[in-house]
């Protein structure tokens, strides 16, 4: 983590959102960075005013997420190595969404902080809210065994591992039924509103696409859809679907972000690359870089 997250609490379809998704689909695959002007012509094709973008990626550049360089007189951004990192982490989770199986393990996190260190107590958490795990209790919680590794990594960061104890179990039991125990330790109706959203705004972002195909459009419903879908990976663990609602609409709107994966990504990735490249995004850079000097 390295004090680096995704900032999930960003309010999807905001400038902040937009630029973080737009970083995450394009500043590795095209060198490592991007001109200051191709982030303005990108953001603007999502109808973010340049001011705007300009204003976010400073911000960004004090959390820690971009650096400020310029390349053959153009002024711009690249990653730094926390950002660069945390991306490569949220790629699987965001890109390709799993369920948890009934035969799979669970993971119980324990910990004991005290009331000295209760700002620690409150990041480790928030964190592991972040990555979707669910509250039995206080100072108790537990998640998929496949997030272990990530509820590791957030108690190494914040210096509590003399703190915490991880078990491994393979099985919920008690008086409460594991379906509604983890109607309790989850909020149900709010990660299902989360995908019923997604399904509202973007459900027919495909078939809207067919109907007018070419990178440009395919870049700007794809960005704005990832935009949205970003953060209910994480809000969403992956519970098995044995122990969800039948109706459970992460059923439906899985199979819809593949879909758009699928379809949208390698032409949107060319309309980048068109922008990237475009003499006229260099010489505004090139113009931009020279008066920042």
Not at 36 to 42: E, H, K
Not at 185 to 204: N, S, T, V
Not at 260 to 276: G, N
Request: aromatic share 8%.
């Amino acid at each position: 983590m390295s004090g680096v997250m995704d900032d999930l609490d960003a309010r999807v379809g905001s400038t902040t959102s937009l630029l973080r998704t737009v970083i995450g689909t394009s500043v590795r695959t095209e060198g490592g960075w991007l001109s200051s002007s191709a982030f303005v012509t990108l953001l603007e094709e999502l109808g973010v005013p340049a001011g705007r973008t300009r204003t976010a990626l400073t911000r960004l550049k004090a959390k820690g997420i971009v650096v400020l360089e310029t390349r053959a007189g153009s002024a711009g951004y690249s990653l730094t190595d926390a950002a660069r990192l945390m991306l490569e982490r949220g790629d699987r989770r965001i890109y390709q969404p799993r369920f948890m199986d009934d035969d799979q393990d669970w993971f119980v996190i324990s910990f004991t902080v005290p009331e000295d260190d209760r700002q620690l107590r409150h990041q480790l958490k928030r964190r592991l809210s972040w990555i979707g795990c669910g509250s039995v209790a206080g100072a108790l919680w537990i998640g998929p065994g496949f997030l272990i590794d990530e509820a590791e990594q957030i108690v190494a960061d914040l210096g509590l591992t003399g703190q915490v104890t991880f078990f491994v179990v393979q099985e919920i039991r008690g008086a409460t039924a594991p379906a509604d125990a983890i109607a309790r330790w989850w909020d149900l109706p709010a990660i299902a509103a989360r995908h019923e959203d997604f399904l509202a705004a973007h459900g027919a972002s495909l078939a809207a696409y067919r109907a007018d195909p070419g990178p440009q459009n395919a870049f700007r419903r794809w960005v704005l859809a990832l935009d949205a879908w970003r953060p209910i990976p994480y809000v969403d663990p992956g519970l098995p679907l044995s122990l969800l609602p039948d109706d459970w609409p992460g059923r439906r709107s899985i199979p819809a972000f593949l879909e758009l994966r699928d379809a949208l990504s390698v032409p949107a990735a060319e309309y980048i690359h068109t922008v990237v490249a475009s003499p006229v995004v260099a010489r505004t850079a090139h113009h931009r870089g020279q008066e920042s000097a």
